[in-house]
């Protein structure tokens, strides 16, 4: 049977917004929603934050999470998870698919990571990521990834600037992907790209290399938070929704 590790990495080194997956969203630090959340997953046999920061792993091991400490040097999310994985292969446990979670993603849908689970188990390229559509306020911002499609429903770039945009629909990337561990450990196989580095975005490794990515679009947008004025628009969401409702008394 295929086996899924999903990783929510999170780090307090923060360019944008410092000491970010501790911040309080409805009196809970944005991290532990995360977590909180990915855990009503049906399809992750195993969910892991991974972290470089002490302050990070500790608050996981309050709320008994299962935390992995990894090396403070990763500039990309997908390094970490790439490092979680080679930590647990050295302890003999394997996972065929690795699924890219964010710790700063508090409204995440557990239906929507379990049916990104699925098309990654039966993905033959192996690398799939969320998009959703955007308004025209969303395209010319700098902290919203945007994404070109093609006709077979693959990403031809990603950019944090404008780009060419389809005459109907503008997408924008989410930091939930999808991977066959093969393709995860592909990415750390590979240097750094140009463009990678450029937009400071993971995913430009692969395109830079030629590797396909495919797209998966949902329809019920995710809110990331890039700044902090975001964390009133994710706490109206949240005040209201019932997988908060359910494990708020669990803070």
Not at 69 to 77: D, I, L, V
Not at 105 to 111: A, G, R, S
Not at 131 to 148: S, T
Request: net charge negative; charged share 30%; proline share 5%.
């Amino acid at each position: 049977m295929s086996k899924t590790l999903a990783v929510i990495p999170a780090r307090l080194a923060s360019s944008r917004f410092p000491n970010k997956p501790l911040k309080k969203i409805l009196g809970i630090p944005m991290v532990v929603h995360c977590y909180y959340r990915a855990s009503y997953c049906k399809e992750i046999d195993h969910l892991v934050l991974a972290t470089p920061d002490e302050e990070i792993f500790e608050l996981g091991k309050r709320h008994n999470f299962e935390v992995c400490m990894t090396s403070n040097k990763h500039e990309r999310a997908t390094e970490r998870a790439g490092e979680v994985v080679e930590i647990y292969e050295k302890q003999n446990k394997f996972f065929e698919n690795v699924i890219l979670l964010q710790g700063d993603e508090p409204q995440l849908n557990p239906v929507v990571i379990d049916q990104l689970i699925n098309k990654t188990k039966n993905s033959k390229n192996g690398i799939i990521n969320l998009i959703h559509e955007i308004d025209e306020g969303d395209f010319k911002d700098p902290n919203v990834v945007k994404a070109v499609l093609n006709n077979k429903n693959e990403i031809l770039n990603f950019s944090r600037t404008l780009i060419p945009r389809s005459p109907y629909k503008v997408f924008r990337q989410l930091g939930l992907i999808g991977f066959k561990t093969k393709s995860l450990q592909k990415f750390i196989d590979l240097k750094p790209s140009i463009h990678e580095k450029v937009e400071s975005i993971d995913m430009m490794r692969f395109l830079d290399n030629d590797i396909k990515i495919e797209a998966f679009e949902i329809y019920e947008p995710i809110l990331g938070v890039d700044e902090k004025h975001h964390i009133e628009l994710v706490e109206k969401y949240l005040e209201s929704d019932e997988l908060f409702l359910d494990y708020k008394n669990n803070k």
